[in-house]
Every structure is written in structure tokens, then in C-alpha cells.
């Protein structure tokens, strides 16, 4: 197998074999789940520049207005434990649609400038719905019987975009005495994502939305045929566990740099109102890593290739924690943004080509659902710690958390499981 090839076909004897109707139908359906992902990335590229604001409205502690990661992660975890039952049951499509619903209800509370535990509240719902989106999209792409690598990153390009454009208006929108109306935005974009998942997968399930483009159903697992359910196969998968914990950890660097980064540049480098923009910053970097460096990733191989990323991301990070230079850590923070970037649509890809191919789905569904709730635990740690010391070890956390993802991802396995017996926990 090449370098970057995805196992179960090359695109090559791929497309080939679709209808004009089919093809057009796949490129409708990699375009609403970039949508959904965009969604993803704005939520959560627009906390960051809020937490200051935040704090002077609410009049609350780091360790208290981390309470919003907290429910956030809540909502992320309760939805990935529930993630492949529900699409089960009620189908991909449907799921899809719901999950925007309940976004928009969290956004509603958030909008409504509502007291702080209200306010809260609102991240729950926010996390639970961008569970589904998020492990939806990631699964289904997953799945496709194509070389996925290229729209993996793709797609996970847009969710930078989303997560770079969020800071550019929240900035904006946290100097004004209503800033709280920037969700009126997510509102927005939500509902609109809900309409697009309905007329793209009119609520069919995932086998259903599959034979739409061309692809016939998974071939069923030895385990399956004798009765095992999947929630058995996927979690007594050693590879899926080491995957989820890796993703929880990147995630957690990801959105804790976005979300304290501009708190970091205004009391550690005295950094002006426009400290927001570095947060931008540092997602366009993320964005445009995501795609300037496919060629490498495919050059190298994607297994080798997570190592050098994280490697430069901690020399970066330790050059933002040792020099003293507003101008220079913010161009370094572009830079970790950069080489930060390919590491989440490599692990979804890789995951693809290790994993039995009809728990890929519900496998990256959980993967993608409980990596995700790092988004929620360290920017709450971060918080927590920066209440009793300053908001200085945050850099020194940042780097700790690199450290451990060089170890985690030294145990995942390079090559196809055979079975769910194989490698399991």
C-alpha cells in the first residue's frame, strides 16, 4: 500500500464506476459536511476573545468562567455516548438535523445575555448537538470506500476557517454593551446548517446516504454475524482507545491556545484590545496547514509525519513561553496553528486505514465525540491552575500536553486490524 493510500479503494477505480448523478450527489454530500464543520469551528473559535469580557460582566475568577469548557465537555461526552445508538435508531440524517436544533437552542441562552449559570447551561446543549455534528461528518468521510486524505483535509480546512473567521467578529462584538448578541450569528448559522443536512441526507441512515453515491454497505464483521454489538466491537478496540485519548489531548492543545491565548498576550505581554486577532492567527495558521501540507503528509507517510508536527508545536510553544516579544510569539502562535493543523484529519484518516471497516463509522464517531471534550477538560485545568498562579502556565501545560501526545501516539497501531479481537483492550 502507498504512503497516504486509503485501504479499501484508490479514487482512481473509485469514481470511475459512478453515474454523473452520483457523483454530484457525493460532492452535495462532502459540501454539508464541510458545512456542518464550519459550524463546529465557529463555536469554537469564538470563545476566546469573549473570556476577558466575560470575566468583567459576570464578575467571575479563571477557575469559574472555565465552568463553560465544563458543560461544553459535559455535552461533547454525553453525546458520544450515545452517538452510535442514536444514529442507529433514528438514522444519520435525521441525527444530523436534530443535533443543529439543539445547537441553536445553547446559542438561544447564550444570545439571550442570560445570568451566568443560564449562560452555562447554553454550552451543555452547544456541546451535546456539536457532538454529532462533529462525529457525524468525521465517521461518514471516514467511511467512504475512496482516498479520503485529501477531503479529510478539506474539510477540516473549513473548520479553521470557521474557527479563524468566529475571533474576528467576537472581538468586535466583546466591546459592545450587548456582545452577548454575537450568538444571534451562531444562531444563524446553525439553523442554516440544520436546513442543508435536511435537503442533502433527508434523514436517512448512513447505508442509505452510502448507496446514494455509489457504495454498498460494509462488509459485515465476523463478530457481527454472531450477534456482537458494535458498541462491544469498537470498545474493547485497544486502537480506538489510544486514537480517542490522543484526539482528547490534541484538542485540548487546539482549543486551549484559542481560547486563553489572547488572555495569555494581554496580562503576560500587555497586549492591547486587538489581542483577539492573534487567536485568528493562530486558526488561519491551523487552516492553512491543513492544506499547504498534504503533499508532505502523503510524502512522508501520515503515521511518521504526526511526530515532526508535534515536535516543531513544542519548540514553537517553548519560544511564546521563553521570549518576551508580543510581535514574535504571536507569529509563532501562527506557526503551532500551522503545523498543529494536519494532526486531526491525519488521526481520522489513519483511523480508517487501521480499523475494521464497518466499525470505522462508529468507531471515529466516539473518537471524534470524546477528543472533542478536550476542548472542555484542559482549558478548564488551564483555568483552574492559572486561579492560583497566573495565566503564565499555561505555556508550560501547552507543552506537558505535546510531550504526552508524542508518547500516546508512539502505541497506535500502523496497520489494518483484522478483526475486533485483534490488539484489543
Given at each position: ?10 479514487e482512481d477505480t473509485a469514481f470511475p464506476m459512478l453515474t454523473k448523478a452520483q457523483r ?32 468583567e460582566v459576570y464578575r467571575v475568577s479563571y477557575a469559574v468562567v472555565s465552568l463553560i ?357
Open positions: 500500500m502507498e504512503k497516504g493510500e486509503h485501504p479499501l479503494q484508490n454530484r450527489k457525493s460532492w452535495l454530500q462532502f459540501g454539508a459536511l464541510c458545512m456542518a464543520i464550519y459550524v463546529a469551528g465557529w463555536n469554537d473559535g469564538t470563545t476566546g476573545p469573549l473570556i476577558p469580557r466575560l470575566q469548557f465544563i458543560a461544553n465537555s459535559i455535552g461533547f461526552i454525553s453525546g458520544a455516548s450515545v452517538y452510535m445508538y442514536l444514529t442507529d435508531r433514528f438514522g444519520f440524517g435525521m441525527m444530523m438535523f436534530v443535533a443543529s436544533l439543539i445547537v441553536a437552542v445553547g446559542n438561544a441562552l447564550q444570545a439571550s445575555g442570560a445570568p451566568f449559570p443560564a449562560f452555562v447551561i447554553g454550552f451543555l446543549f452547544a456541546g451535546f448537538g456539536g457532538a454529532f455534528l462533529d462525529a457525524g461528518s468525521n465517521g461518514y468521510l471516514a467511511s467512504l470506500s475512496e482516498d479520503t486524505s485529501t477531503k479529510m483535509g478539506i474539510m477540516h480546512a473549513v473548520y479553521g476557517v470557521g474557527a479563524m473567521c468566529a475571533p474576528l467578529v467576537s472581538t468586535q462584538f466583546a466591546s459592545l454593551p450587548r456582545w452577548h448578541l454575537v450568538y444571534l450569528i451562531h444562531i444563524g448559522l446553525v439553523v442554516t446548517n440544520g436546513i442543508v443536512q435536511a435537503f442533502t441526507f433527508k434523514f436517512k441512515s448512513t447505508d442509505e446516504c452510502l448507496k446514494e453515491v455509489g457504495q454498498q454497505p460494509h462488509e459485515k464483521t465476523e463478530d457481527s454475524l454472531q450477534g456482537v454489538s458494535k458498541y462491544k466491537q469498537v470498545f474493547r478496540l485497544r486502537a480506538v482507545h489510544l486514537m480517542a485519548f490522543f484526539l482528547l489531548t490534541y484538542v485540548g492543545v487546539e482549543v486551549t491556545i484559542g481560547g486563553w491565548i489572547v488572555t495569555f498576550v494581554i496580562n503576560e505581554r500587555h497586549g492591547g484590545h486587538s489581542s483577539g486577532y492573534i487567536s485568528s492567527g493562530f486558526w488561519g495558521g491551523l487552516t492553512i496547514g491543513r492544506l499547504a501540507l498534504l503533499p508532505l503528509n502523503k510524502k512522508l507517510g501520515e503515521w511518521r509525519v504526526i511526530f515532526l508536527y508535534v515536535l516543531l508545536s513544542l519548540g514553537l510553544e517553548l519560544i511564546v513561553w521563553l521570549v518576551p516579544s508580543l510581535v514574535g510569539d504571536a507569529v509563532a502562535i501562527s506557526f503551532v496553528g500551522f503545523f498543529l493543523g494536519p494532526i486531526f484529519p491525519i488521526v481520522m484518516n489513519h483511523a480508517g486505514s487501521v480499523l475494521p471497516p464497518e466499525l470505522i463509522s462508529g468507531s471515529i464517531g466516539w473518537m471524534a465525540s470524546f477528543g472533542s471534550a478536550g476542548a472542555a477538560v484542559f482549558p478548564f485545568v488551564t483555568g483552574a491552575i492559572a486561579s492560583g498562579t497566573s495565566i503564565n502556565s499555561l505555556q508550560p501545560l501547552l507543552i506537558a500536553m505535546m510531550g504526552l501526545l508524542l508518547v500516546i501516539w508512539a502505541f497506535v497501531p500502523r496497520h489494518r486490524i483484522k478483526s475486533t479481537w485483534d490488539h484489543s483492550v
